[in-house]
């Protein structure tokens, strides 16, 4: 029971690359959120999804897009890579079995150059 | 629209001493609050919820609604206990986070 997982773990992009964050989970949880963190800003929502098929923006949603075809898997992409990308990524799962409790991935270090 | 403002970046106690991490909220319906916690190389972990009214590792959070806040509290701070807070509010499917605290407990 791996819970939520995370590839890549550390990723350097330059300016204008294109890469997509993976995030899946074994838990069979119908809600999936991407956050990003950064000093002084906390957690701030990217995208989420309610099950699959399912997907809507957060608080941040611009210069990133979601898909979820299937429960497990919550695919995160970059589409033209900019510096002020530069973050940890979150992927976290919860449910209503979960009384809402976010359980969150072990996280992806990004550097755009 | 939701918000959650943590007024402290960083909050820094000796051993012992009984510790207050702010929190408040912003939200037009009826809320529910979380506490957070990431310790050093550790994935982010429920610390509580304020439905459950419980102490988890010495730590109690109790909704006020009047003032629109959610405070984690500890009588008696452990150097355990050292790691970076965030409060959280979730409305509707959505749980928003605020900017968070780290919480430095010196010996």
Not at chain 1, 70 to 85: I, M, Y
């Amino acid at each position: 029971n791996a819970g939520v997982t995370q590839t890549p773990k550390f990723q350097v992009l330059k300016t204008g690359q294109s890469m997509t964050l993976q995030c899946a989970q074994d838990m069979n949880h119908e809600y999936m959120s991407w956050y990003r963190q950064d000093p002084g800003m906390g957690l701030r929502l990217i995208h989420y999804s309610v099950g699959a098929g399912i997907t809507d923006q957060g608080e941040v949603p611009n210069g990133y897009n979601v898909s979820r075809s299937t429960t497990e898997d919550f695919p995160l992409r970059l589409l033209s890579a900019a510096p002020s990308q530069t973050s940890v990524y979150f992927c976290a799962t919860w449910d209503r079995s979960t009384g809402y409790e976010q359980y969150f991935g072990p996280g992806t270090r990004l550097t755009v150059t | 629209a939701q918000r959650v403002t943590q007024p402290e970046k960083l909050l820094s106690v000796f051993k012992g001493a009984p510790v207050e991490l702010k929190c408040n909220y912003s939200y037009s319906g009826s809320p529910e609050l979380f506490w957070y916690v990431q310790y050093s190389r550790q994935r982010l972990q429920l610390l509580l919820r304020h439905i459950s009214r419980e102490s988890i590792k010495g730590f109690t959070a109790d909704l006020n609604k009047g003032e629109t806040s959610f405070h984690l509290k500890k009588p008696f701070a452990q150097e355990e206990d050292s790691a970076m807070y965030y409060c959280a509010l979730r409305g509707g499917n959505k749980l928003v986070f605020g900017a968070g605290t780290i919480l430095r407990v010196k010996s």
